[in-house]
C-alpha cells in the first residue's frame, strides 16, 4: 500500500473536504469519514489482528478435519505427509514472522516521515515568525 495517496488517515486537505461534504450530503458519511481520519491509523493494526485470528481458527479447524484421517494405510505415505505438513507449518510461521517485522518496519518510515514533515513545518514556521520579527522591528525613518 503506498503511503503517498491523497485519501490517507490524516488531516489532510483531502480529507477535510471529504468529511465536510459528507455531512453536506448525509451526516453518518461525514461522521465515517471523521472517524476515519482520527482512527485510520489503526486500521492496519486491526486488520492484521483480524487477518491473525481468522489464520489460527482456520489451521486450527484444518488441524482438526486431518486428525480422523490420520492414517491411510501406507505408513511411508503417512510418514512423508505428516514430516511435509510439520514443515509448511514452520514455513508458515516464518512468514508470518517475516510479515509483522515487514509491517512494523512500515509504520517506522511512515511515523519518520511524518516525523520530517512536522519538523519542516516547524522550521518553516519558525523562519516566517523571525521575518516577521525583523520586518516589525525595522524602525520608520519619515523624512
Given at each position: 500500500m503506498t503511503q503517498t495517496a491523497m485519501i490517507r488517515p490524516a488531516w489532510t486537505p483531502a480529507t477535510i473536504a471529504l468529511m465536510i461534504l459528507g455531512f453536506m450530503v448525509f451526516w453518518p458519511l461525514g461522521l465515517a469519514m471523521l472517524a476515519y481520519i482520527l482512527f485510520g491509523d489503526r486500521l492496519d493494526t486491526f486488520k492484521s489482528d483480524v487477518n491473525r485470528a481468522a489464520d489460527g481458527f482456520a489451521c486450527s479447524f484444518r488441524r482438526s478435519t486431518h486428525a480422523p484421517r490420520t492414517s491411510t494405510g501406507n505408513v511411508a505415505f503417512d510418514e512423508w505427509r505428516d514430516a511435509e505438513m510439520a514443515r509448511l507449518d514452520e514455513e508458515r510461521k516464518k512468514l508470518d514472522e517475516m510479515r509483522q517485522e515487514f509491517d512494523q518496519h512500515m509504520r517506522d518510515l511512515?511515523?519518520?516521515?511524518?516525523?520530517?514533515?512536522?519538523?519542516?513545518?516547524?522550521?518553516?514556521?519558525?523562519?516566517?515568525?523571525?521575518?516577521?520579527?525583523?520586518?516589525?522591528?525595522?524602525?520608520?525613518i519619515d523624512g
Open positions: 511512515r511515523m519518520a516521515r511524518d516525523r520530517t514533515e512536522f519538523e519542516q513545518f516547524m522550521a518553516d514556521r519558525k523562519a516566517s515568525q523571525n521575518k516577521a520579527k525583523k520586518g516589525r522591528s525595522v524602525p520608520e
